[in-house]
């Protein structure tokens, strides 16, 4: 697109702020974040000052209310894709009213296709204002909230038993199976990808380090800086092979980790 897009970034997590920002900058480097706000209050105290931008990112639960509030208080005609760790029963009313989403833990393809959704939309029509029906999504929201996975369902010969998501140390992918790895050594085969498995642990608690393992908090037993920018992960109980964070995670890791 010609004009440079300038857009506004409503989040209350510091860590899910700056993946937005280095993902955005990454997609659409000629893109302007004209400012960034993690709550109602000082959205609503700037927007009713400064001209709009032509796109909004906004996160559903900030830490003083829904970010709907924004709307009762200030006339919003720009297009926004809402950011949120809530779960399908919202994506119907999303649909609906032609708004897009990004649910967390935010992923690269789906922002990609969010940002395409709204560059189609401003080309074939001009405008930016698909007025919404913003109380409607906002009972869908209001009727739940995000669950995440409490425990599996795991084999042992013949029999199934329960395994707690708390007693799992690590994931681990290889060869198209994804492995369960618990605090006392056990291992578990379970009927998920570690994509599917990115959106059903709980963020706070696990974290992807890499394409072939998903980690608990709980196994970091050490982290070390390595060449190239990136980190070294020792485990426990010990990966079998070395766990390397990326120069690209090194710093959301770091974040994670010190919450």
Not at 36 to 52: A, G, I, M, N
Not at 234 to 248: G, H, Q
């Amino acid at each position: 697109m010609n004009q440079a897009i300038k857009i506004i970034l409503i989040e209350d997590e510091p860590y899910n702020l700056r993946l937005l920002q280095e993902m955005i900058k990454m997609l659409r480097p000629g893109w302007e974040v004209v400012n960034t706000f993690e709550s109602v209050k000082s959205s609503v105290d700037w927007l009713r000052k400064k001209p709009h931008p032509d796109l909004f990112f906004m996160d559903i639960q900030l830490a003083d209310g829904l970010c709907f509030s924004i709307f009762d208080q200030v006339e919003i005609k720009s297009m926004v894709i809402f950011t949120t760790a809530y779960d399908n029963y919202a994506i119907r009313a999303f649909k609906v009213n032609s708004i897009d989403y990004l649910l967390k833990p935010f992923k690269e393809k789906d922002l990609q296709a969010a940002i395409e959704k709204f560059e189609n939309f401003k080309k074939l029509t001009g405008e930016d204002n698909m007025n919404p029906n913003y109380s409607e999504i906002l009972e869908a929201i209001r009727s739940g909230e995000k669950k995440y996975r409490k425990r599996f369902l795991v084999s042992k010969g013949a029999a199934f038993y329960k395994l707690p998501v708390e007693d799992i140390a690590y994931f681990f992918s290889e060869n198209r199976i994804t492995t369960s790895v618990t605090f006392n050594r056990q291992n578990h085969v379970v009927d998920f990808s570690l994509e599917a498995l990115e959106e059903q642990l709980d963020p706070e608690t696990f974290f992807r380090v890499n394409r072939q393992l998903i980690v608990n908090i709980q196994a970091i037993e050490k982290i070390e800086n390595y060449f190239g920018g990136k980190l070294k992960v020792r485990l426990n109980p010990p990966f079998t092979a070395e766990v390397v964070v990326s120069r690209m995670k090194a710093m959301n890791f770091k974040d994670w980790v010190g919450r």
